[in-house]
């Protein structure tokens, strides 16, 4: 299991500012290791982040995503107390959800 | 004769599997876009194909989309890139580097309610012309920009 996320979600205004940190390789399948074999891919392909049983935003990514990926968004809706949850799956299946309270602005 | 018959039936009783989860409420809508990964889209080598495989016919460049992004990158392995969108009703933002190996590097999904705007960082090969590939109210716009790289990122 990989290690937890690091997630900021504050108000702003009367939206949700969110700032996700995951912890991941993101190896593109491209790098070579010091023999020469190539590294094969390990990188995350889909996200979801739900606030009160909805979406507020899907993605999918490539192995052109940074490693350790970094994201950042707004949402309306939100309240000091909500819980936002984020998830994400990779290619080898591994997979991670986290969830944090939303703080004050 | 008799193959294609064979294979427009499998092909057949595959579609009604998937219609029948649908109905039995296996798949949601909502969730069908996140659990399934695009790999065709993420395949293509070139903006025009990855524009087709998201599902446009072509695409207009708009001045109504931002893309904040340094001009110089010294390393390519992390680029940040923002881009905001101030078309109404912006349903999806995708981000293309157009040297990288592979053209698509991220399809964001952005329900009613939420900002059209994004911040991520992302590798880049080689100095690049970035897309911001925006579709709103079903129709596809861009806007493009180019990042120098001093310092690629995919190492090799």
């Given at each position: 299991?990989?290690?937890?996320?690091?997630?900021?979600?504050?108000?702003?205004g009367?939206?949700?500012?969110?700032?996700?940190?995951?912890?991941?390789?993101?190896?593109?399948?491209?790098?070579?290791?010091?023999?020469?074999?190539?590294?094969?891919?390990?990188?995350?392909?889909?996200?979801?982040?739900?606030?009160?049983?909805?979406?507020?935003?899907?993605?999918?990514?490539?192995?052109?995503?940074?490693?350790?990926?970094?994201?950042?968004?707004?949402?309306?809706?939100?309240?000091?107390?909500?819980?936002?949850?984020i998830?994400?799956?990779?290619?080898?299946?591994?997979?991670?959800?986290?969830?944090?309270?939303?703080?004050?602005? | 004769?008799?193959?294609?018959?064979?294979?427009?039936?499998?092909?057949?009783?595959?579609?009604?599997?998937?219609?029948?989860?649908?109905?039995?409420?296996?798949?949601?809508?909502?969730?069908?876009?996140?659990?399934?990964?695009?790999?065709?889209a993420?395949?293509?080598?070139?903006?025009?194909?990855?524009?087709?495989?998201?599902?446009?016919?072509?695409?207009?460049?708009?001045?109504?989309?931002?893309?904040?992004?340094?001009?110089?990158?010294?390393n390519?392995?992390?680029?940040?890139?923002?881009?905001e969108?101030?078309?109404?009703?912006?349903?999806?933002?995708?981000?293309?580097?157009?040297?990288?190996?592979?053209?698509?590097?991220?399809?964001?999904?952005?329900?009613?309610?939420?900002?059209?705007?994004?911040?991520?960082?992302?590798?880049?090969?080689?100095t690049?012309?970035?897309?911001?590939?925006?579709?709103?109210?079903?129709?596809?716009?861009?806007?493009?920009?180019?990042?120098?790289?001093?310092?690629?990122?995919?190492?090799?």
């Amino acid at each position: 299991m990989a290690d937890p996320m690091r997630i900021r979600a504050n108000m702003a205004g009367d939206k949700v500012e969110v700032r996700v940190l995951m912890s991941h390789e993101m190896e593109t399948g491209q790098r070579k290791d010091a023999s020469g074999a190539i590294v094969p891919a390990h990188f995350i392909q889909t996200v979801t982040v739900t606030h009160a049983g909805k979406t507020v935003l899907s993605a999918q990514w490539g192995t052109s995503i940074s490693k350790n990926p970094f994201m950042h968004f707004r949402f309306k809706g939100g309240k000091p107390g909500d819980k936002v949850t984020i998830s994400w799956v990779d290619n080898k299946g591994d997979r991670r959800t986290d969830e944090v309270v939303i703080g004050g602005g | 004769m008799h193959r294609s018959r064979r294979e427009f039936l499998q092909s057949g009783s595959g579609a009604g599997v998937l219609a029948l989860a649908a109905a039995a409420g296996l798949v949601r809508p909502g969730e069908a876009f996140a659990q399934q990964w695009n790999k065709a889209a993420f395949d293509t080598k070139s903006v025009a194909d990855t524009l087709k495989a998201l599902g446009g016919s072509g695409s207009t460049e708009s001045a109504q989309i931002q893309i904040t992004a340094p001009d110089i990158a010294e390393n390519g392995a992390v680029v940040p890139i923002t881009i905001e969108s101030g078309l109404a009703r912006t349903q999806t933002i995708a981000i293309l580097i157009e040297k990288n190996p592979n053209t698509l590097s991220a399809d964001f999904e952005i329900p009613a309610g939420t900002d059209p705007f994004i911040t991520t960082r992302v590798k880049m090969a080689e100095t690049s012309n970035i897309y911001a590939v925006v579709q709103a109210d079903g129709k596809y716009f861009h806007a493009v920009k180019e990042i120098k790289v001093t310092l690629g990122g995919c190492g090799g």
